[in-house]
């Protein structure tokens, strides 16, 4: 789940700073040039998260996204960032914590914790419903599953030992 982080701090930044009062963003809005990377970032490790859930559906692995742990790393995130960016900016940290965006801000963030859970949480339902239809998706509980993947696909990876000794030394007997 801590894949879902940067996609939904970037989410709930952006939501935050619309549903702000007007003025409260003001303060800090020179200090977002790096949200868009951090969409795009964000974005694909989300992509990620989902597949790995639909991933651990399709495999019956037990998968609970919890809103409290992913609201309590959101809220860390957007706090401290949203403190950097307003005391770069040359405010005062008491006026950093009165600051509209912050608390709008931890409000939306929580909000996007429980969107982000559903999102997963759907996520590993569908892999569940189609392993249902599917050939089941094998356990890759060893560190080697590509080794093991390689081996189902026909590529010989085969140690020296499991060889028959050379097609000339056969004739020779």
């Not at 997963?120 to 419903?129: E, I, P, Q």
Request: proline share 7%.
């Amino acid at each position: 789940m801590p894949l879902a982080v940067p996609f939904g701090f970037a989410v709930g930044h952006a939501v935050a700073y619309l549903v702000a009062p007007p003025g409260a963003h003001d303060t800090a809005a020179g200090g977002h040039g790096y949200l868009g990377s951090v969409t795009v970032v964000g974005s694909v490790l989300m992509l990620v998260a989902m597949g790995g859930a639909l991933l651990a559906g399709a495999r019956h692995d037990d998968y609970r996204p919890r809103w409290r742990a992913l609201a309590a790393q959101l809220c860390v995130a957007y706090a401290v960032i949203e403190m950097v960016e307003h005391l770069a900016a040359g405010h005062e940290l008491a006026e950093v914590l009165r600051a509209p965006s912050l608390w709008v801000g931890l409000l939306v963030q929580l909000a996007v914790a429980a969107g982000l859970v559903a999102l997963l949480r759907a996520a590993h339902r569908v892999g569940t419903s189609l392993a249902r239809v599917a050939a089941p998706v094998p356990r890759r509980s060893s560190p080697l599953w590509v080794f093991e993947l390689a081996l189902v696909a026909g590529v010989p990876l085969t140690s020296i030992r499991r060889r028959g000794p050379p097609i000339a030394s056969r004739s020779a007997h």
